[in-house]
Structure formats: C-alpha cells, structure tokens
T-cell receptor, first 116, second 111 residues
Framework: DTGVSQDPRHKITKRGQNVTFRCDPI?????LYWYRQTLGQGPEFLTY????????KSRLLSDRFSAERPKGSFSTLEIQRTEQGDSAMYLC??????????????FGPGTRLTVL | GQQLNQSPQSMFIQEGEDVSMNCTSS?????WLWYKQEPGEGPVLLIA?????ELTSNGRLTAQFGITRKDSFLNISASIPSDVGIYFC???????????FGKGTKLTVNP
C-alpha cells in the first residue's frame, strides 16, 4: 500500500491527557498537511510542512498542539492537556511540489480522537 | 476567513439519475478540488481543476472551474449505489498551500 497511512486509527483518552498521532506520507511527497474534521463539517486546515520545515499554521493550532516532521518523512501531531472540544477526526494529507502546475493533496484514513 | 458555500446539503436520488452540486465563494481560488468521503475514512480525490473555465471529466464525473474563479460544480451522470457518500469541494487560495473545504453534500442513491 503506497497511500498515506495514519496511526492509530482510533484513540480514546481522558480529559487532561496528552495524545500523539503519527502520519506517514506517500513516499515521494515532500509536503505534508494536518487537518481536523468535526461531525458534519469539512476538514479544517491546521498546519503544513515542506520537507522538515513547518511553513504555515492555522489559528486553530493552539499552544496545546504541536506538530513535527523531524526528518522530512513521517510527522507527529501532539495534543497536550486534551479537552472534550478536541474530539474530532485528525486527517493527514501529502502532496508533491515537483510539478509546479498540478496541486493535489492525498488524504490518509484519519485518526478518530474521543476525549472523555 | 474564507468560506465555501456548498449546495445542496443533501440529495436523495434514484439509481440512474444525474446529480449536480456546486460550490461558491466570495474569494478567488487558484485551484478547485472535489473529494468523496465515506464513513470512517479520509477524503478521496476525484477531480482537480487548475484554470478558470477548465472542464474536466473522470469517468461519470465532470467538474468545472468557474470563470470568475469563485465557483465550481460537480456533475455525476447515471448514478449507481456505490456513489453514496459525502462530496466535498475544496479550494486553494492564492499565497497559501492550505485547502479550504465546503461543508459537503451528502448523496443517497436508492436502488
């Protein structure tokens, strides 16, 4: 399988705990994105990396959220001191900028977070 | 912030019927994309549009990038039961790499 993979697929945690999600992009893609999706809504952009550099962050990414892509390959998204409002599907996507015209983001299956 | 207005919110159709849905915005977008999402899964890319006026097909799906760059539509011809899902439009604003998504159109196809 050469698509975007995410781990875990589901996470249940108690309020106040820290959680970390992992995303492995399509192997030749140098761009990686995190989105959050709540029930009945479209995905909302959180942040984006080109290689290991974090180039864009949304105001949705509060100081409890941190994302890393240390070697320009996989990425992690950590949420500290989780709140019930953090319950959502966290989606990762990847793309390549080698073609300056085409622009297509491919999504992984998501991590469903439930904060009790 | 930028918002996409996607309509209709839901559609209930009979197998074999054609479907049309659209997305509008008050802002200009440089790229329009259409995705389909099924329960518990991530969005799957259907069609990408890069130039104003562009009309692109993918099998029974046809999408167009509006001339004003503020809208796009998706048509599905001769619907089948496996077309069931939520269809999202997404636009990429100039100067950004993020995608802005609509709220989705939920499609139900009755056999």
């Amino acid at each position: 399988d050469t698509g975007v993979s995410q781990d875990p697929r589901h996470k249940i945690t108690k309020r106040g705990q820290n959680v970390t999600f992992r995303c492995d992009p399509i192997s030749e893609h140098n761009r990686l994105y995190w989105y959050r999706q709540t029930l009945g809504q479209g995905p909302e952009f959180l942040t984006y990396f080109q290689n290991e550099a974090q180039l864009e962050k949304s105001r949705l990414l509060s100081d409890r959220f941190s994302a890393e892509r240390p070697k320009g390959s996989f990425s992690t998204l950590e949420i500290q001191r989780t709140e019930q409002g953090d319950s959502a599907m966290y989606l990762c996507a990847s793309s390549s900028n080698l073609d300056r015209v085409r622009y297509e983001q491919f999504f992984g299956p998501g991590t469903r977070l439930t904060v009790l | 912030g930028q918002q996409l207005n996607q309509s209709p919110q839901s559609m209930f159709i009979q197998e074999g019927e054609d479907v049309s849905m659209n997305c509008t915005s008050s802002s200009i977008f440089n790229t329009w994309l259409w995705y389909k999402q099924e329960p518990g899964e991530g969005p799957v890319l259907l069609i990408a549009l890069y130039k104003a006026g562009e009309l692109t097909s993918n099998g029974r799906l046809t999408a167009q990038f509006g001339i004003t760059r503020k809208d796009s539509f998706l048509n599905i011809s001769a619907s089948i039961p496996s077309d069931v899902g939520i269809y999202f439009c997404a636009g990429r604003p100039g100067g950004s790499e993020k995608l802005v998504f609509g709220k989705g159109t939920k499609l139900t196809v009755n056999p």
